[in-house]
């Protein structure tokens, strides 16, 4: 992978956004070599997370060097890096936490490097990552995430200003409302906006220019006109595959799995989003 520009000011004025990447699932993101198990035995991937391992190197060595031109970068890691043991589910490649560990170290330690330490973790459902998230909080000090000032190294929710002090400000977390009804996914996106700016009046905060979701495994986005340019609210798409639940699930049954990332820019006048979506 190439590597990214030095840093020629300190304005931040580019933020790279992936999400549930479930890495330790059969269907999650895991490095072309697989990875050695704690019992002695190896786990190579499928043929799909093959192909899924081949566009995520597409993804952070041709698209993001491209859209990003060649500058800077940060990276949030949304939510679910790792799969965890849940709900009685068969697809883990293994229950034991620390050989998923070492599938999500290989996939992140590289990302790390390219955006030179200005990596963040939001923590993700309590079903993959633990009750308050303890599994991705490991994860995420192993990685050196940027700590938040309680010391978390995954947090609950981040706060950033891209495009230096009068930049925009954006909102991370990971969890959001679902549909099973493709007429309405865009509701609770927009509602999340809605939420924001309400909060934001009644207590004469600064709301947020873009909000920023996970958890759906699908990519959408809303974008309205406002005093700044736009204000923006997206759900991000994953890197796993179609599951065996998702087969059962209104609305699932008949989607495509959604694997991809997204781009916060900052230009000439006001904050840019771009999705990457395969």
Known sequence: MPKAKKLRRKQ????????????????????????????????KPSRLQLQVFDWW???????????????????????????????????PIS??????????FRILEPITELCEGRFFMVRG?????????????KVARHLRAKQNTDGQYARFDL???????????VHFNHHIGTTASSHHETSAINAELGMAFCEAGRWRDEPPDIVVRSHRHRCAEVRLPSRNGYAVSFVTAAWQLKTPFLYK?????????QIGGSLIRMGDEELHTRHWVQ
């Open 57 to 91: 190197e597409e993804f952070w060595g041709e698209w993001i060097p491209k859209v990003t031109h060649g500058e800077p970068y940060a990276v949030v890691v949304n939510g679910d890096s790792i799969e965890g043991v849940h709900h009685k589910a068969t697809t």
């Open 249 to 257: 699930v209104a609305g699932g049954r008949m989607t495509l799995p």
């Open 125 to 137: 459902t309590p079903a993959h990552v633990g009750p308050d998230a303890y599994d991705e909080e």
């Open 12 to 43: 931040l004025n580019n933020v790279v956004v992936v999400s549930d990447l479930h890495c330790g699932c059969g269907m999650g993101l895991i490095h072309r070599d697989g990875v050695k198990l704690d019992a002695g035995g190896h786990y």
């Open 95 to 104: 229950a034991n936490l620390e050989d998923q560990a070492r599938v999500v």
């Open 159 to 169: 706060w950033l200003r891209v495009g230096g002090e009068k930049g925009g400000l």
